[in-house]
Structures are given as structure tokens and as C-alpha cells.
């Protein structure tokens, strides 16, 4: 190395300028990402993968350098410091990234990059057995990967750990037995009853007023559009392209309303949590989520919590009849909430209502942890599928097509992040808890379009931290108790008990 | 180095892969620029600049690799063949990137940085002196960059040569003095006539009806949107994202409607030359317009030549009222083909017209020249405007803010890029002479909305040879004769002799 490194203070100020440089590559490749999604011409899409492959190996080579690992080795900052935190995360970074070799990676880019071809043909003509070798090799090199990376308890710690870091199996495992054993029976007695009539929500809504609605809706949350931007894609996503600009998609079905209704709320809570990133953090690995679980519990909240909730309508119904008076003639608030929170058990996880989501979510994560133990074989995976399915929604899928093959999440490699998403929901209810006591006029500002205070609670007690904090310990110490089903489960017993007057 | 070169054969390859990397920096950094100016949020202004300034030091860093250097050293190619001409330029790119000092470069950066503020502030206040001491520097700067450079006759042709690779002051300036010779009396004659009524190009004109038509019409002329999109921005461009990623911009001015009209057909031209290079070239150095006059020549021919003539009103007119129709109610053909060839004398140059247009770019050519020579100290340059104006186009600006200030290229530092706007004009012309002999139907082919064969005619005939002719060659080749003002004035004097009736 040609620069001597001195003394640890000067080793944490080369490692901030050098995790500063990565995340510049970073937000490069979001900007090439985004834009391949919302407007890149067609035909570009080849050149594109090559700009994209060049930046991510850069961003890689930046953050695996072996003078990454002098200066880390050199490094020490008093516990408690901003500093130990950024240490913390840089060598983890660090850690995860160099302990993988570069061959398994191209081997796994190699693997993934078929397999999602393979997987969306096989998923168009429903055949799982052309799909099945695929999978079978990505599984065995998940356990490989696992092994890499390293876990104390079980394999799908490891796994797991690339996306809620420091999760473990076994907690996960707990908190979704007594989610299962709280939702099973919910969703029973729901069904029992009547469905509310969400029919108008399918009449002709053209995607420009949805657009308009989507926008007025975004900024009255708290999204700034001198920092960010809304355009369509495919699917919807949040990007980050660095602390003053992090966008958002969203999608228009012009018969399904509620899709970028509350996709875009979705995507904002993302947003505003990228948004809510302190000064001191940004530019620096540290101004990130904490974990995908705390991040889908930011859009969750805002989502199905705020925006699902009747003081919302009681504001915004008026405003979207503005934009949809036809379509919209003579819905009430009550109606309207009743639509948009109707349960039913389906196929669809992406389409799954509040209550049955999380049970899509524990049906995946119970067949990647026996699949990746090894008490699950990849030929079995579609029977396996359907009689969990059949277990927590009470219903199975007609074909693969809508069962084993539904998600992309597999076809790319991701083991372990199915997960977050039911984490997501968890975290959510037991922020509302502590919301709801420390603003008790809550609902009163909801009811007017104010949720200004919600912002404010969620930047002070969540964003502020940034990824300084773990997830499990920020949790614990913001809402007053360790993650568990309890909160979500008494939030969904309330709601829909009073909905379907159970 | 690490690894021997080899045979010949070798180092090109080994070349070819880096200059294709290269390439993939600059197509990033397009992304970035293009992303700025049309969409980004504008809080994101700062981070920005530092990852398009991350992404321009990397492209830099790979033109001017030592291995390159050694690589070039190496190489050789059989004359005439693509290796022989990729060789060449990229050997250019080489020298011309190394020889200039990254100190200097530095330098350079900061100063116009700092000066293009000036600049802005200096303009709107009317406050030349304020501007004076940058302008000082940049003109002492660009001196110093010519003799880094390096030139055989005049410091000018190192300057001019950045833009125009082996063009001359000598050659230039000829031109230009026969140009001045026949502009400055068919101005004066044209002066002489009541000027044609073009008060209904100023009613409003709705921006979403001006995308529309500029949409069809860009589309009509041979534009693939599959490899390229247009969108909106302050000031129009073209830029290139990739082989098959060439964007355009234009503005919509509600109460101009030119500006879109002719701003869009003018991008398209550029757009559809960067398109028209053949795939043995693409991803290559060659892959580029050879030089920004004959680059410009495809623009002002599309929108000049072919955009503003009357056969393409005859098809294009009907529809526009179609988009228009109170606007443009009773206006004929013959109305609007005299309202959009208006010609005026006026002060700013990128609102002039076709006949008026060279004379701004011979009047700051002359500035140029004299600053650079030595013979034009910078304190004198407002009055030296004056007077050259008066003398070109009979009139002198009352202001600075109109006269020396108005063009923002001397705050940036572009000292010889001004030339190659009338170079267009000159190469249009002679390029038209020759494709009015090769298609000898061609009015009756654009009068019914087909300019497939002119299209087809310039990529077989100009855009087939990507860099790898020297424009002037190219030129001379195609059209059979040097470079000479011949025929661009009697295209304008038998075109508006017609209009204004001499």
C-alpha cells in the first residue's frame, strides 16, 4: 500500500471517503436501473446489462478492496459513536462481501440469469419440471453460500442475515407460529361471513386521474418532489439515487383501483424513510434502512394502517370522487373502507389482502428453511407447496403456474427474503401501538389529512437512526417490547372484527 | 504491465475491449447529463455533479491508460482498413488527452465553473466588467491549452480542432469571407421587402399538441422510438446512451411555435446520424459523428432544407391544423411556408433565421480569432461586438447582455465549437445539391410525407462512415467539391429570392 495508513482516526476518515466513492456507484446504478424500468428504449436493454455489470464490479471492487481491510484492521471508535456504528456496518460489508468467492458469485450471476428466463417460460406454460433442475442448483448453492457466510444455528441464518441482518431462523420461526395460530382462525371466521361489496373499485378508472390522485396523495404524506420523482413501471419499486433523490414507481390498472392506491402509499412509506435519513448520515453507508424487515414496516404502516384506515377515506374519499365522480357517485366512506380491507383467501401473494398476506409469507419461508436444511427435495416442492397452502389459507393452488412458480424471489437466488415481508407487518402494528400513545389525537389528524405528526414520530424514532442501529434492538427499544405476532394479531382482531362484526 | 502485448492483431483487440469500456463511461455519463436536464429532482443537483464527476475521471483514466499508450505503440493496420482507422482515432483521442496537463485540466475545470456563474449573473445585470477578468483568463487559458495541443499555422486550428478534428483557420476563414460577401447584400435586399405576416405562428399553441405533432413527426422521419424517446428540457439536445439509446429533447414555448417544430426536426437530425451507424462500428470510437460541422450539417439539412420547405407543408400542414385547428384556421401553404422562412436581422443568434443564422457565427469566429492571436485584447471585445455586428448585420446590440454576453460557450471555456454551426450550413447545402441530382423525385417525395429515400440516402452516403473519414474528405468525396460557401448561397438566393420576391 503506498499510503501509510497512521493513526485510526485517519483510517476511518480514508474509509468514510472510500465508502463515500461506493456509494456514488451505487446511486449510478440505481440511476441505471430506474431508468431502465420506467423509460429506457427497448432495444437498449443489452447495452444496458453491460453499463450495469460495469458499475455494480466497480461498486463491488470498492467495497472488497484489500486496503478496505488494512484500514478496518486499523480502525477503533468508542462504543456509542457514530463512528463504531459505521465500523460496525463497513466491516460486515466488508466481511460479507470478501468471504464469497468472486467464482461462486459469477457462478450464481451465471445460474440466476437462466433461471429467471427459464423460470418465466415455465411459469407461462405452467411446467414445473423444466424449472425444477434450476432450482434444484439454486438450493445447493444457497447452502454453499450459507456456509460462506457463516451462521451459529442453522443454514438459513446466514441467508436470512443478507437481508434482516442478525435474524435468526428460530426467532423468525417463533413469531410466524403464533402469527399462523392467530390468522388461521381469523381468517376462518371471516369467512364466514358476507363479503362487503367492492364493486365499484373495478369500474373504468382512467390511469391519469389515478396519477393525479397519486401525486396529491404522495406530497400530503410528506414526500418532497424536489427530492424525488413518481413514474410508472411494471412493477412498482423505490430507488435510491443518493440522499436528495429517491424515487418512486407505481402502476395504473385502469380496472383495479386500489393497485396504485395504495401501491403508491406502499412505495412513498419506502420513500419517506430513505427521505428521513438524519444529515450526518448521508452519503455514508449508515443512511440506509437498518434491515428490509424495519423498511417494509415503514410502508406497511403507512399503507394498510394509515391508508386503510376509515379517518383516511373520511379526507381523501372526497377528494378521489373528485377526480372519479361517476365512478365514485354515491360511495360512502363506510363502503369504501369496507371495500378497500375485504378478505379473501387467494392464490396471489402480490393480490393478497392485510389478513391473509402474512400466511402467504410462512408458507415460503417453512419451505426455503426445509429446503435449504435439507428436509425438503426440490421435486417435492410443488406437492409441498400445495398442502401448506391448503394448512394456512385452506385453499391450494389449481397449478404450478399459481403455486411453486408465482414469485420471481427464487429464480434470482433470493433465500431469505420472503421473510421481511411478514416482518414488515409486525413491526408496523407494534410502532402503531406506540404511535397511537404517544399522539392521542391521532385519528383526528388522520381524519383531516394531517399525518404530519406520524412523519415527524417516524423520522424521530425510526429514520433518525438510519442502519446505526439493529433492527431487533431499535425495535425493541422504540416500541417497548421484542418482535412478536402479538400486536399485529390484536390490530387485525380489532379491525376486521369490527368490519365482518365477528 | 502485467501482460505481454503480443502481436499486432493483440494490441488492437486489446484495445478495442478498453476502448469499448471506454464508451460504456461515456454512455453512463450521458445517462446522468440526460437525467439532469430532463427529470432529475433538483435538490439532487449536488450529488449529481459528483457522480458525473466520478464517472467523467474514470472514462478519462481509461483513454489515457499507460497501457493504452504502450498499446498504440504496438499496433498497426493495414491502410484503408477499419483497424487502420479505428487506430487512428484513438490514437487522437490518446495524444489529444494526455498532452494537456491534468493539472491544467484541473485548473481549467474550477475557472469555468466559477465563470459560467459569473457569466449567468453577469448577463442578466447587464455587467460586462464583472465578467472581464474570467473571460481574461479563459482567452490566456485557451492559449496555453493550443500550445499543449499543439498547431502548425495558428494557435486557433489546435482550438477549432477539439470540435472539427483537421480543420484550419486558414480554410475557414476563406469560406467565411466569401459567405459574409453574398449574405450581407441578400440581407440587405431582403430588408428591402415588407416581410411576410407570421402573427399566427404567435397565438397559443398548447405544449401536450406540440409533443403530439412532434412526436408524429420525428417518428415519420425515420426515428426508431424503440431506440431512442423525447422529452422535455430548457434547452434542446441530443445525446447518445448507447448504439441503440439516442435521445432527443426539445421545449414547448406555448406562444413560439416554431421552436418546437423546427427545435424537434433539428434533434432528430442529429439523432437519426448518431442512429445510422453501421454495427461493425457500434460500441466503438467510430461509432461518432466525425466532426460537429458535419454533424450539424445533418441537422440543418433535415430542418432547413427539408423542414422548411414548402413541399413538406404541402404534407405536414393539414395535419398540424388538424392539432390546431382554431390556430391555424385559413392559414395556407403558401402562408406558412413564407411565416416560418421570415428573415430579420436581430441580435441573438439562436433565434435567428436561416439566412441570418452564419452571420452571428462569422461575427464571433472573427472575435475568436483576434482574442487568441492576440490581436483583440478582452477589454475591447464589447465594442469590437458592436462594430463587427454593424458591419455583418447592420445592426449593433444596445446592450452587452445581447452582444458579448449572450452565448453561454465562452463561460465554459469552448473557444473554436462556434464555427462549426454555419460549417453545417455550408456541408447541408452541398449535400443537398447532390441528393437533388441522386433523387430526382424528391420534392414530389417529400410533398407526400416521404423522405425515406433522403434518410436512406444519408446513411449509405454519410452516416456508413462513422470517424473513420476525416469530415473534410468526406465531404469533398460525397459532394464532390472542397468546402465553399458556393452552394449554400445559392440555395438561399434562389429559395428566398423566390419568397421575397428580389
Redesign the interface.
Known amino acids: 500500500m503506498a499510503t501509510p495508513i497512521g493513526s485510526s482516526a485517519d483510517a476511518i476518515g480514508r474509509l468514510k471517503e472510500l465508502d463515500r466513492?461506493a456509494r456514488?456507484?451505487e446511486?449510478?446504478g440505481a440511476?441505471?436501473g430506474w431508468?431502465r424500468e420506467t423509460?429506457?428504449?427497448?432495444?437498449?436493454i443489452?447495452?444496458?446489462a453491460?453499463?450495469e455489470a460495469?458499475?455494480s464490479a466497480?461498486h463491488h471492487e470498492k467495497i472488497t478492496a484489500p486496503q478496505v481491510g488494512e484500514l478496518l484492521e486499523h480502525a477503533t471508535a468508542e462504543e456509542g459513536t457514530l463512528d463504531a456504528a459505521f465500523l460496525t456496518v463497513k466491516r460486515r460489508e466488508y466481511e460479507k462481501n470478501t468471504r464469497v468467492p468472486t467464482e461462486f458469485v459469477k457462478e450464481m450471476t451465471e445460474l440466476t440469469s437462466r433461471a429467471q428466463a427459464v423460470w418465466a417460460t415455465a411459469r407461462a406454460e405452467n411446467d414445473f419440471p423444466a424449472f425444477e433442475p434450476f432450482l434444484d442448483r439454486i438450493v445447493e448453492m444457497n447452502r454453499r453460500l450459507s456456509d460462506y457466510l457463516g451462521f451459529q444455528d442453522h443454514p438459513y441464518d446466514a441467508l436470512l442475515d443478507q437481508y434482516e441482518p442478525y435474524a435468526t431462523t428460530a426467532e423468525i420461526d417463533r413469531a410466524f407460529c403464533d402469527l399462523e395460530a392467530g390468522l388461521v382462525p381469523l381468517v376462518a371466521a371471516i369467512a364466514e361471513v358476507r363479503p362487503p361489496d367492492d364493486s365499484f373499485l373495478r369500474h373504468r378508472y382512467p390511469a391519469d386521474g389515478q396519477e393525479r390522485f397519486s401525486r396529491e396523495l404522495m406530497v400530503a404524506l410528506g414526500y418532497?418532489?424536489?427530492?424525488?420523482?413518481l413514474d410508472r413501471s411494471a412493477h412498482p419499486f423505490t430507488t435510491t439515487?443518493?440522499?436528495?433523490?429517491v424515487?418512486i414507481t407505481t402502476r395504473y390498472q385502469e380496472d383495479f383501483l386500489q393497485g396504485s392506491l395504495f401501491g403508491t402509499i406502499h412505495e412513498t412509506g419506502h420513500a419517506l424513510y430513505e427521505l428521513g435519513m438524519p444529515a450526518e448520515l448521508q452519503?455514508t453507508l449508515l443512511a440506509e434502512g437498518t434491515s428490509l424487515g424495519v423498511h417494509e414496516s415503514q410502508s406497511r404502516l403507512w399503507e394498510n394502517m394509515i391508508g386503510r384506515s376509515r379517518p383516511f377515506w373520511i379526507h381523501w374519499l372526497p377528494r378521489l370522487q373528485a377526480i372519479f365522480p361517476t365512478q365514485l357517485e354515491g360511495v360512502s366512506v363506510d363502503q369504501f373502507y369496507r371495500a378497500v380491507n375485504r378478505v379473501a383467501p387467494s392464490h396471489i401473494r402480490v393480490e393478497a389482502d392485510e389478513v391473509t398476506y402474512s400466511l402467504h409469507v410462512i408458507l415460503r419461508f417453512r419451505l426455503e428453511v426445509a429446503l435449504i436444511s435439507g428436509d425438503l427435495s426440490v421435486k417435492d416442492v410443488p406437492e409441498a407447496w400445495r398442502a401448506t397452502s391448503r394448512a394456512l389459507l385452506g385453499i391450494a393452488p389449481e397449478s404450478d403456474s399459481t403455486g411453486v412458480l408465482q414469485d420471481v424471489h427464487w429464480s434470482f437466488g433470493g433465500f431469505g427474503y420472503f421473510p421481511t415481508y411478514a416482518l414488515g407487518n409486525l413491526y408496523a402494528a407494534q410502532l402503531l401501538d406506540v404511535i397511537q400513545r404517544d399522539i392521542p389525537d391521532l385519528w383526528d389528524r388522520v381524519e383531516e389529512g394531517d399525518t404530519s405528526q406520524v412523519l415527524a414520530w417516524l423520522r424521530s424514532h425510526v429514520h433518525a437512526a438510519g442502519s446505526t442501529r439493529r433492527a431487533r434492538e431499535l425495535m425493541k427499544d422504540v416500541t417497548g417490547r421484542p418482535l412478536g405476532a402479538e400486536s399485529f394479531l390484536s390490530y387485525l382482531t380489532s379491525k376486521y372484527g369490527e368490519i365482518y362484526r365477528l
Open positions: 466513492e456514488r456507484f446511486h449510478i440511476l441505471l431508468d423509460g429506457m428504449p427497448p432495444r437498449a443489452e447495452e444496458r453491460h453499463q460495469l458499475i466497480l418532497d418532489l424536489e427530492r424525488g420523482r439515487l443518493g440522499a436528495q433523490d424515487r452519503g
